[in-house]
């Protein structure tokens, strides 16, 4: 049963008003904000930087979108207004360092608005995960996930667009599972279908549409668990899923969640 204990996240606004200030900027984004599944990954993430008292703050309904997927999709007059305002935004609160839970949020930030005057610090939240194990500010001693089988996907944003491989295996390998990869991994690894504003255009005409071959490449490993860190990747691989008709039998989850689960946050 979901833990459904009430917290009250910071946000950036509150502190200011009591001349306060936050290391982090949780940067929810609007699949984290709106789409229901991707929900359960904010959630999640919320619950591990709580739980290890990460001195962190949301910008609630100051955030808007970052812009990501209009210049995927050739709208570079709408991505520039939505990165200009945040940048505005990011300044009144000298912000400094960024997590988001979205990969694609991620190398918007890290690698793109800098061109427009915004520098940051960026993480992915498996960095940060990773971080506070390393730290030892998070310990697991899983028993939800021992003997289980996970394989984990990669997405392309995180790994071949910013070389992050061994962070979200390594906070993998602290389970009592066993972690089992496909066949095309790390720099090999083959795209969800999601990136670059595929998620919102209609499917391609072909003998197969490219999340159903990656989620038979999830399912040649047998896994319990497919793991995610990604919310567009975690909706593709849950589309292939149930495709295959192995909803019932396979889970897909965030790597926050797993790490939420296990520690029965």
Request: charged share 30%; aromatic share 8%.
């Amino acid at each position: 049963m979901e833990n459904k204990r009430l917290i009250k996240v910071p946000v950036m606004a509150d502190l200011a008003a009591q001349d306060k200030k936050a290391e982090y900027l949780f940067w929810v984004g609007s699949a984290g904000s709106y789409d229901d599944r991707a929900k359960k990954i904010t959630r999640a993430f919320v619950k591990i930087l709580e739980h290890c008292k990460v001195s962190y703050a949301i910008l609630g309904t100051e955030e808007t979108d970052s812009g990501e997927v209009a210049r995927r999709a050739g709208n570079e007059f709408l991505f520039q207004m939505q990165a200009m305002q945040n940048i505005e935004t990011l300044k009144m609160y000298d912000v400094k360092k960024i997590i988001t839970c979205d990969p694609h949020e991620f190398n918007t930030f890290k690698n793109e608005y800098s061109d427009l005057g915004g520098n940051y610090e960026v993480y992915h939240h498996t960095q940060i995960i990773d971080k506070l194990i390393k730290e030892g500010n998070l310990s697991l001693n899983d028993k939800e996930f021992s003997g289980k089988r996970i394989t984990y996907h990669d997405p392309c944003y995180l790994g071949r667009g910013n070389n992050i491989y061994e962070e979200p295996r390594f906070v993998l390998s602290k389970l009592n599972s066993e972690l089992v990869e496909m066949k095309q991994n790390r720099a090999r690894s083959l795209c969800c279908g999601a990136g670059g504003a595929q998620m919102f255009k209609e499917a391609e005409t072909g003998d197969k549409e490219v999340y159903e071959l990656r989620t038979e490449h999830a399912l040649e490993q047998n896994p319990d668990y497919i793991a995610t860190a990604c919310p567009f990747c975690m909706t593709m691989m849950e589309d292939g899923l149930k495709m295959k008709e192995k909803d019932d039998k396979i889970k897909v989850l965030d790597i926050a969640e797993i790490i939420s689960i296990s520690k029965n946050l």
